[in-house]
């Protein structure tokens, strides 16, 4: 097997790893939390669908009696909301350093210092729960840090040292197929454990997977080709000749001018935003919206919230296929190739949120929304996404970085937004207005 084929699946690992680290407290929340206790004080305790018809286990309503008491914490709205985005406080800093730092460190030592530590923190969750959502809330904040320091920063900047141009496309279908394994697996097994077992085990398995991923990445990963010590001769030649830098270990000054003043980029940068914006509001709020509307399990939930990343995940592959073929049989030119999927995946991931935001009781229609959004948001995947790549193979982490702070900070809007409306909006106003804001 080549050096570049095991990066890509260290890769893939590591994005799993990352993903249940981001995921695992959204599907954890359902089963932690007494949502009849959390409702607002002129709603009654009932959800508004209370008659949704759903496979795989009986509906629970609001209630959660499986668990001890002092397992199962009266967290209002605001706390619960403010808990669930905690992760991202910092990830307009987050995104940036993790870049500059491996520029500086190598992305080796970056990515797996960060990701260990991320992980190893779940396990903190369970043990101090009981002090109440606040303090959750600030681990969750150090845990979206470090995570934000390894992806997409670090991450890209390894991957830029890595990928030719004749296999980019397949390198980006690993970020797709990456993310949509550890939501679809992470969501399906999360959401059994906080079903049948009990949620804290959730927390110590992301610890687990994140300690093994550690291990075979000190092992078998190195920052450049030139610096593996068993990679062929021929393998490094394909990849500088590709990349069009042959040098070796040359530290080149990050040439901030040229980056800030670049009309590409610029461009980028507003269409990752853009493109972005409804991601986090949608993988982080979706458990609990179809807890606290239809009242399913954490079971059924899980199933649900895995549903679009296997379709997604199934598609990927083919779609890094097909973005590479595209262009190396002359159909598009690159650029041409990444405005199709951009905007195949911004436009398109609209259309369904609209529907989503005035579908009432109906979950399959709910499922059939979040499919197509998944699956036409991931698209970006291949265009935009993939231009940071095409501009600077050696500085693509670094673009990741300043385009990711200003789409950061826009995101900060809608959540405070929702996480104040929380506090006194009924919740079916409430989810439409999240809705709402995902698709603007």
């Not at 095991?6 to 799993?16: A, H, P, Q």
């Not at 397992?71 to 985005?85: P, V």
């Not at 509001?281 to 919230?305: A, D, E, M, R, W």
């Amino acid at each position: 097997m080549q050096k570049r084929d095991i990066l890509w699946w260290m890769i893939l690992y590591l994005l799993i790893c990352n993903t249940l680290v981001t995921l695992n407290i959204n599907i954890a929340i359902v089963s932690m939390v007494n949502y009849s206790n959390s409702v607002n004080e002129n709603e009654n305790t009932s959800v508004p669908c209370p008659n949704t018809t759903f496979y795989w286990g009986e509906n629970e309503g609001l209630n959660n009696t499986k668990l001890q008491t002092e397992d199962i914490y009266n967290w209002n709205s605001y706390e619960q909301n403010k808990l669930l985005f905690g992760y991202y406080w910092f990830s307009w800093l987050a995104i940036l350093l993790g870049a500059v730092l491996a520029q500086k460190f190598g992305s080796k030592i970056v990515l797996g210092y960060s990701q260990i530590t991320s992980s190893l923190m779940s396990s903190l969750i369970p043990v101090l729960a009981h002090n109440g959502a606040e303090i959750i809330t600030y681990i969750r904040a150090a845990q979206g840090t470090l995570s934000m320091i390894a992806i997409p920063g670090a991450m890209l900047t390894i991957i830029g040292n890595w990928s030719p141009l004749p296999e980019r496309g397949k390198f980006a279908s690993v970020l797709l197929i990456g993310s949509t394994a550890g939501f679809g697996v992470g969501s399906m097994v999360f959401g059994y454990i906080g079903e049948y077992y009990h949620w804290k085990y959730i927390f110590h398995l992301t610890s687990v997977c994140g300690l093994i991923w550690a291990i075979l990445w000190y092992f078998l990963i190195y920052d450049t080709p030139e610096e593996h010590p068993t990679i062929t001769k021929n393998e490094v030649e394909y990849i500088s000749n590709s990349l069009k830098n042959s040098e070796e270990n040359d530290k080149v000054t990050i040439p901030w001018k040229a980056i800030l003043t670049s009309y590409p980029f610029i461009l980028s940068s507003l269409a990752l935003i853009a493109c972005g914006w409804n991601f986090c509001l949608l993988s982080t709020y979706t458990p609990s919206y179809l807890k606290s509307i239809y009242g399913l399990n954490t079971n059924q939930i899980g199933i649900i919230n895995s549903i679009p990343q296997y379709i997604s995940g199934i598609g990927a592959y083919g779609l890094g296929f097909l973005s590479d073929s595209i262009v190396n049989k002359g159909l598009l030119s690159i650029t041409n190739s990444r405005k199709l999927f951009t905007f195949l995946g911004c436009i398109g991931s609209s259309i369904p949120l609209i529907v989503l935001a005035y579908t009432k009781c109906d979950v399959i229609r709910v499922t059939i929304c979040i499919i197509l959004i998944t699956f036409l948001r991931n698209l970006n995947v291949f265009g935009v996404e993939l231009v940071l790549i095409d501009i600077s193979p050696k500085f693509c982490g670094l673009l990741q970085g300043i385009s990711g702070i200003s789409g950061s900070l826009i995101y900060f809007i809608p959540a405070m937004s929702i996480n104040y409306l929380s506090i006194d909006t009924p919740v079916e106003e409430l989810w439409k207005i999240i809705f709402y804001l995902q698709q603007k």
